[in-house]
């Protein structure tokens, strides 16, 4: 009885809270959701109403009210359509670039490399994570330009690297967000037991069979994960285009442009991409791969 | 204390303007536009304490705020702002007193109301040593009403790789005809008051169109400038907005001829990399201070005006970032001073009259135009979404 009471007189919190279930759980909670709701969801739900507002022609100032015309306008100004549309497929291929280098390095890396090759790569592909992301665009930039250093260094075999342009913005993307696809593919194929090889090849089966039939089929929800990243992630984007696009419209700059000219285009357009994704999330869920993440 | 003394100054200065008769009634060009009517700041009072400025890098600095901070005790708060679009939304929130506005966003801010007209009277370095083509400009100047201080200009040149050109181009049409010889390697100005300077193109190559300012066009008169623009997307390799971006962009070879300041060709720090202005002429940017409405540090904002102002100071904001000061006393002051005044044209008046200063188009036709509605920069800002596919 004496030890409870010096319990409960030495940690008063912990005995008031253990009474009260609801008060517990509350202030669990209590943070992250001010988070998720007063920060973030409340801050794109503003985002979603200027949207539907009005811009005076005299003054540029937004003025509250209703209309659809921004939306609309997504569809109906050519420049805009086709933004989207380059935006969509840009994205679509720097998570299949990204897919196409990380399955064959993942396989190396876990099944191949020795321990200290392994470890090697694991630091190569998260070392650009540590650099600034605005760095690493503006080093694309540099590397690239015309009297830059890859053609200065391929002058000789007589290959030119790829100009301000769609290619470099694709190939910049995928340099920015490679490491959110290997390291999950990577991981994914580390833990596909040994004899699962083992049985495919008594089976008769070639390696390229087996990545085909076994490993593929294993690491389909890491990559549905990585390319959620890969894919988001591009569609957002602004600065890769701007710097390394030349003359390159993503819905980023749209937004970018807008933003002070016009905020209501700007939100209308900042759907663009979420729609994007959540259609992309749907499909993804049809594969039922997102059970299995 | 220091405020009351200053205010004696004005005082003195206020006697001499009556005594001269001097009086602006400049009315920049006759042009009627419908101003909120805001009253101006009567007679100085005690400082506030501080003053909040947006400003473009390099306007604000040590160099010359700490004297102004021990001088009146107006602690200055900078906020850099990239773009003047940047520098309207950043005004109209009311956080900041004061703007050093290009005359793209001057015009806009005037006429939302969101500026006051000034109180020259009480800024006695506002002085006759302003360069005549900053005086009484309508992007600041408004039915006779002064609402910006000056403090420097720079012309919006045609930059050129002269190991590729072989020599100045003559015209403009370099960078907006199909038939460029530099075509894929021209940038462009990423902004819709880059239209004004299709504009300049089209009144020098289409007189037909009736172009009379590039900042009052009518409808046709715009579309002519969006269909030159769009043709022109076809042609260049990058946009600019971003100095960085564009100088690394001549530096690397990427971009042989588009537009440029003077003060970029100097950082890129290449001997083959010129300016010139064509045979159109060309556009420009005419920077002001502005004092918002709702300052509550009106006193202190004065001060500031006043204190840039000054040969030496204005001078000094002029060489720090690079453009022609507005008060060309400064040019007298030293060998150095002069040789910045030389190599930005401040004294060259023959030079600016060919440059269209930014103004913000409105739908009052600046060129005095009454008989039809021009387009405002609302309608130039959905046309520029449009160009670029």
């Given at each position: 009885m004496s030890t409870q009471t010096t319990n409960a007189g030495s940690r008063p919190i912990s005995a008031y809270l253990y009474k009260r279930a609801k008060l517990r759980l509350f202030g669990l909670i209590a943070l992250p959701m001010f988070w998720i709701v007063g920060v973030y969801i409340l801050s794109l739900f503003l985002l979603l109403i200027t949207a539907f507002w009005f811009v005076d022609?005299?003054?540029?100032k937004v003025i509250p009210g209703f209309t659809l015309d921004n939306f609309i306008s997504i569809f109906t100004v050519p420049a805009y359509l086709s933004t989207s549309i380059r935006t969509l497929l840009i994205a679509l291929a720097v998570t299949a670039v990204s897919v196409l280098f990380a399955v064959p390095l993942g396989i190396y890396m876990a099944k191949i490399a020795r321990p200290w090759v392994r470890n090697a790569l694991a630091v190569a592909i998260t070392?650009?994570?540590?650099?600034?992301y605005l760095v690493k665009i503006i080093a694309m930039r540099l590397v690239f330009t015309e009297e830059g250093f890859f053609n200065w260094a391929l002058a000789p075999i007589g290959i030119s690297g790829p100009t301000f342009s769609i290619p470099l913005v694709i190939l910049t993307l995928t340099y920015l967000w490679f490491p959110y696809m290997a390291l999950p593919v990577y991981t994914a194929i580390r833990q596909i037991p040994p004899n699962l090889f083992d049985a495919s090849s008594d089976m008769g089966a070639k390696g390229f069979t087996t990545i085909y039939r076994v490993v593929l089929p294993l690491i389909v929800p890491a990559i549905i994960a990585g390319s959620v990243f890969t894919f988001s992630l591009s569609l957002g984007d602004y600065l890769v285009a701007k710097f390394t696009g030349g003359s390159t419209q993503m819905i980023g700059s749209i937004i970018a442009s807008n933003i002070n000219l016009n905020p209501p285009v700007a939100a209308a357009f900042s759907m663009v991409p979420i729609a994007f994704v959540l259609i992309y999330l749907m499909v993804a869920r049809r594969t039922g791969s997102l059970e299995r993440m | 204390m220091k405020g009351k003394k200053l205010s004696a100054f004005s005082l003195l200065a206020v006697s001499a303007l009556i005594l001269s008769g001097?009086?602006?009634?400049?009315?920049?060009?006759?042009v009627k536009i419908e101003v909120p009517d805001i009253p101006m700041h009567e007679s100085m009072g005690e400082f506030e304490g501080e003053v909040n400025i947006v400003n473009?890098?390099?306007?604000?600095?040590?160099?010359?705020t700490d004297k102004f901070e021990a001088d009146t005790g107006c602690i200055v708060k900078s906020r850099t702002a990239g773009t003047s679009d940047e520098m309207v939304t950043l005004m109209r929130t009311g956080q900041y007193d004061i703007v050093s506005a290009s005359g793209d966003a001057a015009l806009r801010l005037i006429v939302g109301g969101d500026v006051q007209p000034l109180?020259?009277?009480?800024?006695?370095?506002?002085?006759?040593?302003?360069a005549t083509g900053m005086r009484n400009n309508i992007y600041d100047t408004v039915n006779g009403k002064p609402y910006g201080v000056p403090i420097g200009r720079g012309a919006n040149l045609l930059q050129y790789n002269d190991d590729v050109t072989?020599?100045?181009?003559?015209?403009w049409d370099v960078v907006w005809e199909?038939?460029?010889?530099y075509k894929g390697k021209i940038t462009a100005y990423d902004?819709?008051?880059y239209i004004a300077d299709a504009a300049v193109y089209l009144m020098y190559h289409k007189p037909e169109l009736g172009i009379?300012?590039?900042?009052?066009?009518d409808k046709a008169q715009l579309d002519a400038a969006i269909a030159l623009l769009k043709q022109q997307n076809t042609i260049v390799g990058e946009y600019w907005s971003d100095a960085v971006a564009q100088i690394t962009s001549f530096a690397g070879g990427n971009t042989v001829v588009g537009t440029s300041w003077e003060i970029l060709r100097k950082f890129a720090a290449k001997p083959n990399l010129k300016t010139t202005l064509p045979v159109e002429g060309s556009t420009g940017w005419y920077d002001s201070w502005l004092v918002s409405s709702?300052?509550?540090n009106i006193n202190c904002s004065y001060a500031w005006m006043d204190y840039t102002s000054t040969a030496s100071v204005n001078g000094a904001i002029a060489m720090n970032f690079g453009m022609a000061p507005?008060?060309?006393?400064?040019?007298?002051?030293?060998a150095e001073a002069q040789a910045h005044c030389d190599e930005f044209a401040a004294e060259d008046e023959e030079f600016f009259k060919r440059i269209w200063p930014w103004t913000t188009p409105i739908s009052t036709c600046v060129d005095g135009r009454k008989d039809v509605e021009c387009t405002s920069f609302q309608e130039w800002t959905n046309a520029w979404a449009t160009i670029k596919g």
């Open positions: 022609p005299f003054t540029s070392l650009p994570l540590w650099a600034g | 001097c009086s602006s009634s400049g009315d920049a060009s006759g473009w890098a390099g306007f604000v600095d040590p160099k010359w109180n020259v009277d009480l800024i006695p370095n506002f002085s006759d040593e302003i072989k020599g100045a181009p003559k015209s199909t038939n460029s010889p902004a819709p008051i009379k300012n590039p900042y009052a066009l709702k300052t509550k507005a008060n060309i006393a400064f040019c007298k002051s030293s």
